[in-house]
């Protein structure tokens, strides 16, 4: 069974950056577009980034645009998220994520807790 | 495009059915002829997982009694006879451009 597995999440001040790891436990990582999804305390599932299947198209949500960074290492199956400029409204469950319309097809993890405070 | 459920709080008698709305603020048909409109369903302290991708095929596992409907703007999922299990938020998404509704939360009454 394929495994994603975030890492990375944290306390960290307003103004401050992380750096989000995913992991994927399969063979076919380098055959996916690849998504960070975030749901803060309480509320919906809101997209957040996405990056193709080689890295050369990026796409963000406008609030986190300039500020995110989406990336991946097809050689070692694994996505980042390198967040900069914190905001106290960043405070989520980020989960890293992929879909393709087949059946198993969706895979997400189990999401790492970013927390942004003062 | 814009996904609006309804209704966002459901509860529901055991062993009654139930429906869940989503419209979309425009045609969900990608240019390459299929609709992707998923449904997936988050129990809480967990991730979501799919329940249903190009608006009725249901994933591996997933109970005959849940099924969905739809083209175009609007969809539905239904579930034919709610079990305890199956509380928790169902939300519509658009899988190309990773566009969730606001998600509907189901309870037993």
């Known amino acids: 069974e394929v495994q994603l597995v975030e890492s990375g999440g944290g306390l960290v001040q307003p103004g401050g950056s992380l750096r989000l790891s995913c992991v994927d436990s399969?063979?076919?990582?380098?055959?996916?577009?690849m998504n960070w999804v975030r749901q803060a305390p309480g509320k919906g599932l809101e997209w957040v980034a996405s990056i193709k299947v080689d890295g050369s198209e990026k796409y963000y949500m406008d609030s986190v645009r300039g500020r995110f960074s989406i990336s991946r290492d097809n050689a070692r199956n694994s996505l980042y998220l390198q967040m900069n400029r914190l905001r106290v409204e960043d405070t989520a469950m980020y989960y890293c994520?992929?879909?393709?319309?087949?059946?198993?097809?969706?895979?997400w993890g189990q999401g790492t807790m970013v927390r942004v405070s003062s | 495009a814009v996904l609006t459920q309804s209704p966002l709080s459901l509860p529901v008698t055991l062993g009654q059915p139930a429906s869940i709305s989503c419209r979309s603020s425009?045609?969900?048909?990608?240019?390459?002829?299929?609709?992707?409109l998923n449904w997936l369903h988050q129990r809480p302290g967990h991730p979501p997982r799919r329940l249903i991708y190009k608006i009725s095929n249901r994933e591996s596992g997933v109970p005959d009694r849940f099924s969905g409907a739809g083209s175009g703007t609007d969809f539905t999922l239904e579930i034919s006879r709610v079990e305890a299990e199956d509380v928790g938020v169902y939300y519509c998404?658009?899988?190309?451009?990773?566009?969730f509704g606001q998600g509907t939360k189901l309870e037993i009454k």
């Open positions: 994520a992929r879909d393709s319309s087949v059946v198993g097809g969706s895979v």
């Open positions: 399969g063979f076919t990582f380098s055959s996916y577009w």
């Open positions: 425009q045609s969900l048909v990608h240019s390459d002829g299929n609709t992707h």
């Open positions: 998404m658009e899988g190309i451009y990773w566009r």
